[in-house]
């Protein structure tokens, strides 16, 4: 299993930016897809972004295409997300999650989360 949690959040305005960290156990993160979720209250977890174990290929929410980044390190066994122009519709607690297989989309095959770190833009 691979063990993982979440930095990086705070309070910011609406054009500001953040960047999230997820920090992964060194032994097996290397082997799997990555990816971010998010929850607002009263929501679903949504998806937010993904990255193949390589770090070659990634996958983006429509709603966060052009401006988040995700990436990797692998030699350090990190997880991260660059959030530029930030709305508050970005509000959610964002979680880090180990892809185990299946859809890249769906939380379902996600089997290992963090512990979330929050999110919160002011208008």
């Known amino acids: 299993q691979v063990q993982l949690v979440e930095s990086g959040g705070g309070l910011v305005q609406a054009g500001d930016s953040l960047r999230l960290s997820c920090a992964a156990s060194?032994?097996?993160?290397?082997?799997?897809?990555m990816g971010w979720f998010r929850q607002a209250p009263g929501k679903e977890r949504e998806f937010v972004a993904a990255?193949?174990?390589?770090?070659?290929?990634?996958y983006y929410a429509d709603s966060v295409k052009g401006r988040f980044t995700i990436s990797r390190d692998n030699g350090k066994s990190t997880l991260s997300l660059q959030m530029n122009s930030l709305k508050p519709e970005d509000t959610a607690v964002y979680f880090c999650?180990?892809?185990?297989?299946?859809?890249?989309?769906?939380?379902?095959?996600?089997?290992?989360w963090g512990q979330g770190t929050q999110v919160t833009v002011s208008s």
């Open positions: 999650g180990a892809h185990t297989g299946g859809g890249v989309y769906s939380d379902h095959f996600y089997n290992y």
């Open positions: 060194a032994g097996t993160f290397s082997s799997y897809m």
């Open positions: 990255i193949r174990a390589s770090g070659g290929t990634t």
